[in-house]
């Protein structure tokens, strides 16, 4: 930890955790966008091999990879934290 200068209160937040805090949440981002695919090509060899049930295929395939994949696009596309 490093400690303030003194023209920085003593409360001011540490930028470099908050950098370290935002890699982290795009990393996390980044890896839940490689999930969706490998769900949405594990669900299109299924399709290849036999035809999964309905119930399945409504929830598990294609929806639940693009759900998956929006979500850490969303992660993985966040703005650097702003300089105070």
Same mark, same amino acid.
């Given at each position: 930890m490093r400690l303030p200068k003194r023209s920085?209160?003593?409360?001011?937040?540490?930028r470099f955790a908050e950098y370290r805090s935002h890699r982290r949440k $795009?990393?996390?981002?980044?890896?839940l966008?490689? $999930?969706?695919i490998v769900i949405?090509?594990?669900?299109?060899?299924?399709?290849?091999?036999s035809s999964p049930s309905g119930f $399945?295929?409504?929830v598990a395939g294609y929806?639940?990879?693009?759900?998956?994949?929006?979500?850490?696009?969303?992660l993985a596309g966040r703005a650097e934290p702003?300089?105070?």
């Amino acid at each position: 930890m490093r400690l303030p200068k003194r023209s920085e209160p003593r409360n001011a937040p540490d930028r470099f955790a908050e950098y370290r805090s935002h890699r982290r949440k $795009v990393r996390a981002g980044q890896a839940l966008m490689a $999930v969706g695919i490998v769900i949405a090509a594990v669900h299109a060899f299924q399709h290849l091999a036999s035809s999964p049930s309905g119930f $399945v295929d409504l929830v598990a395939g294609y929806p639940a990879a693009g759900l998956i994949f929006l979500v850490g696009a969303v992660l993985a596309g966040r703005a650097e934290p702003k300089r105070r």
